[in-house]
């Protein structure tokens, strides 16, 4: 049996190395009635993080592609000679996806199709992903997949950052970028934590980081909204820098990747993350 994994496009799958058994269903950015653009067809996640920054008055919302759209996908799947279609989906408050999915599969019953809704956005859904493949070719059950991917929904967190400055183009930039203050998304929600406000928000979110990881196998990453950001090259050597030998093994293969929009329209644009899942049965994720 062959099946074909669908996972949601704000999982950066398209940016790591995978078999093209998994591939990204996107999600629609509505600017406005006469602007809507689907994510990675027609508008990567940096567009539309560069249009937020151009235009302070746009409204943003997240959206689901359409029933019609998601049969698209499984259409393609059965003409590919897939027997199966198993997707993982988004946090519903981020996108909700399983509407359309349930719609797309009542109209496609040449494949079978199961979906997983996960907590989760980010890299872990891509390792979701990954892990999933994994376990149907090794001829695992698509029930028995799904029961396992629960194991993972608390292997992961992501911390993000929000500085008080709303530009780096100031002179004393390098005194002040530490200040701000910083959320944890976490089993599925995002956590404000009130009392990590100040001078140091930074290096206090990077210390209960590491902290969080100790003695875990972990893969960990960055999330920027700006690849051009300084707080990219910032926080990559606070970590690579670290005196912890046994976390800094790790962190040495530390990778960069987009933030998802949910995560930046909640925390801010101009925000910057750092996390980590747990390995799972030697699973790495690889940039592209």
Known sequence: MKTKVFVCSSSEINEIKHKEDIEAIPFIYKFSDDEMFEDINELTVEAAYNKLRLD???????????????????????NDGYDNAFFILPNRTIVNLDIPVKIALEENKEINVAMYQSNETSLPLAYMAIYALERFEEGYSILDTWNDLTTLESSSN????TPNLKTERVPNFEKVFRSGNYSIFKDGRLLKTPDAKGNNALEEMIEEFCDEISN???IPFILTTDKSSKYNEILYNFLRELDDQTNKEQLE???????????????????IGVGYVECKKGIILEKN
């Not at 409204?59 to 998601?70: F, G, K, P, T």
């Not at 530390?254 to 995560?263: D, E, F, H």
């Open 56 to 78: 302070n008055d746009s409204n943003l919302e997240l959206l689901a592609i359409s029933h019609e759209r998601v049969s698209d996908y499984l259409k393609a799947a059965i």
């Open 158 to 161: 992501i911390f993000i950052f």
């Open 216 to 218: 875990k196998e972990v």
């Open 253 to 271: 293969k530390i990778r960069i990747y987009n933030m998802p929009m949910y995560l930046g329209l909640e925390c801010g644009i101009n925000s």
